[in-house]
């Protein structure tokens, strides 16, 4: 029986092990198939095709200065990127005023347009693989960046406003009232206010708007050829020929984490908000 | 919020309905045309009716790619969203390590699919990958290029692999938004590990819980790349789900006619599962008072 | 039902506290008795909700012990020590029809099915919701769903004590008065022990027999409401009580006389010589207006009628001083001072209440 003392105790922590084991071992499933790409980029062929090794005996950094040093492997991740900010730049500039307007008014036929907006998220790819081929072709835009762009606008704009028009509930329509009678014109009220306040949506839109169009391969690949051809496309392109290069492309691969693990790195506080909304 | 009745709100709407109509509209009439017309080539094209809809619903091609499909996305919905739940209930609330989870977890999600594939095609190689190798060594023959379970199995796994940290991420944000009020209660109730689920933690994460398998679903429907660059739909047929042997119809054999009715019929089926789930989301929104 | 018993109990958040503004609540040793009705009364950030979480089990002290009918259940767990709680918004089993949500905790405890029905009803007819019982908590309205949390709180016979932390928050004001006398009524049919934290003195007052007043983490007076009233033991316990709150002022003490700002008053009880920051300390309602010059010298700033009494404020050199005069009273502009009534004097030496020597 302890005694009635004025002695400080440690209070008892409920242990977390049985999580801590569950997240230990999800993680280690995770990582676990790219830590095996990782080590095969910074061996040699001759040691991949060699004996199995669980890591690289002989550590070599020649598949990446492959990469980096040759223009038909570095273009890729240019073209790629290229694109992508293309499409986020389009995707935010129209969903913009559109989740506003969605977010404030009812219209006519509003939540009909809403679904419909949202049936295009759901459209498969490859239904439109051959019609985009088609009508960028046939408009001259086949193998430029602003046709990956645009043709990923078609399912990246309906989240984009799924997302924004769900922070911008959160915005009072008080504030937009208080700022027509103080004299602000829509336009400026909508730069130099509006947005402001939404600030974080927007960074979680671009966070998926970005996430989306980075790792879509099927469009990206049939709307180019040469000019804008991306990273995915070149990858691809090892397999065949005098056999495959496996270290330079683990190597590819890697480079195409990168900007993926950046991106979470930056906005990791706001993962959790962004998922929070629902609306992916 | 109340919304207030403004016609002129289409102004606002316009650059997308611009941009999607042209995105969207435009190649579907292509689709609708090209399903119901027939070409014996050089660009002359007649009048072929139904004909092409009901060539496809007779086809065993058709109905195996889609029984393979469905199979596939029942599967992996199976073993990802009470996956997903499971880490979202052990995964720390804050602090350090709640971040260093949240950003390891999302990795997977924004690797290019291809590289998905990639990464995959490696790892079950018997001769180069740490699975197939290991496989082997424990004396189970696994092959993914020759055998039908083998690359079934290689295929779900990747999807697990890839996909479960996206349910798992939006649990746990349903989670994080329950008070802690309703576990000190359970508490004082003596409810048990089991009922605090059942009763607190599963309807409060409803909402976000369709969502999550409305995504998958629809998205599994939809896959393509991963599977292609792993198996190319192989072996022989046996992973070709409905987006691979669309593409194959459509942009490997230029089968016009017959790919165009493919995918009206492909696209109606996501619709309408898209409006199911939709309308339950916003009764289940509503019920809860939004 | 138990008796509960605080022993040096002293809690603070930080790992390593070393000074008194570390403890979130200061060493404190209280009996709570058994059966009666307390309100935990204090402003914002006193500790109350700290005090109460500790008491149920949701929270274990840094020091000191706590016990239920003389057995520590310091570190015991929330299920084991036997209490109800209601929180401060509804906190009910969306799911289930409100017969489940009642039966819940007798459920969880393997309790026969028989008896769970007719202990449901008869809660069920405590709380006036006999006719809702196959309702769906979900849809219910707010005072409703605290009604089911009350009723799911006393569902179980043998329990030790029923805690609330501010439940009326988010009932409707219309509605807070009906509940207010529904659990008056329970406790004097059942006799439960009842914490009942609130910021809310009328709350307070009208519900508890006994008001335990906290202040920055200490209890600076428990005792019934006249008690606090009359001889509040500490400056704030004179503050937060009374509407005005009472009047303090600094003053000089030395035997039975105080001096304020060169102005005497006779006190009519000894309290010997003082140290430290000496106030004076009276009610409005034991203070009256008069002209002449015996008393404080004050001017009269506002007069607010609030219908079957007055309050008038005045200020008395910076300080404002308020009075309570009754609704007959005339008040000329000549009053100019204020008189106490010595049997409503309180002096506090460093925020506590000296008593008068024995004469």
Known sequence: MADATHTPRKRVMPRVNGSAVVMGLYLLFLLLPIYWLLTMSLKTNTEILGAFTLWPHNITFDNYTTILTDPSWYTGYLNSMTYVVLNMLISLAVALPAAYAFSRYSFMGDKHLFFWLLTNRMAPPAVFALPFFQLYSSIGLFDTHIAVALAHALFNVPLAVWILEGFMRGVPKEIDETAYIDGYSFPRFFVKIFTPLVASGIGVTAFFLFMFSWVELLLSRTLTSVDAKPIAATMTRTVGASGIDWGVLAAAGVLTILPGALVIYFVRNYIAKGFALGRV | MNKTVNQKAWFLILPVLVLVAFSAVIPLMTVVNYSVQDTFGNNQFFWAGLEWFETMLASDRMWAALGRQIAFSTIILMIEIPLGIFVALNMPK?????????????????????????????????????????????????????????????????????????????????????????YQAAKIDQAGRWKVFRFIELPKIMGVLMIAILLRFMDSFMIYTEPFVVTGGGPGNSTTFLSIDLVKMALGQFDLGPAAAFSIMYYLVILLVSYVFYTVMTNLDKRDGH | MAKITLQNLAHSYLPNPTREEDYAL??????????????????????????????????????????FDDKDVTMAPTTQRNIAQVFQFPVVYDTMTVRDNLAFPLRNRGSDPAYIKERVQQIAAMIGMEDTLDRKARGLTADAKQKISLGRGMVREDVNALLFDEPLTVIDPHMKWELRTQLKSLHHEFGHTMIYVTHDQTEALTFADKVVVMYDGRVVQMGTPQQLFETPEHTFVGYFIGSPGMNVLDAEVSGDTAVIAGTQIALGKGFGTLTGKVELGVRPEFTSLKSGD??????????????????????????????????????????????????????????????????
């Open chain 2, 94 to 182: 804050k602090g350090f390590w709640a971040s260093f989870c949240l950003v390891l977890m999302s990795l997977p999600l924004l690797i290019p699919w291809n590289v998905v594939g990639t990464i995959w095609q490696i790892f079950g190689r018997v001769d180069i990958g740490l699975l197939g190798y290991t496989m082997n060594a424990i004396g189970i023959d696994y092959n993914y290029t020759q055998d039908f379970y083998a690359a079934w199995i290689t295929v779900i796994v990747m999807d697990v692999w890839h996909w479960t940290s996206l349910v798992a991420l939006l649990a746990y944000a349903g989670l994080q938004s329950i008070p802690d009020a309703y």
């Open chain 3, 26 to 67: 200061k060493s404190m040793n209280h009996d709570w008795v058994d059966g009666e009705a307390y309100a935990l009364l204090g402003s914002s950030g006193c500790g109350k909700s700290t005090l109460l979480n500790i008491i149920s089990g949701l929270l274990h002290p840094s020091e000191g012990r706590i016990l």
């Open chain 3, 294 to 359: 015996v008393g404080l010298p004050v001017t009269i700033k506002r007069v607010e009628d609030v219908g079957r009494h007055k309050i008038v404020r005045t200020d008395f050199e910076g300080h404002e001083i308020n009075v309570i005069a009754g609704e007959g009273e005339s008040i000329s502009p000549d009053m100019n001072r204020v008189v106490f009534d010595p049997a409503g004097v309180n002096i506090y030496s460093d925020s506590w209440r000296v008593s008068p020597q024995a004469t």
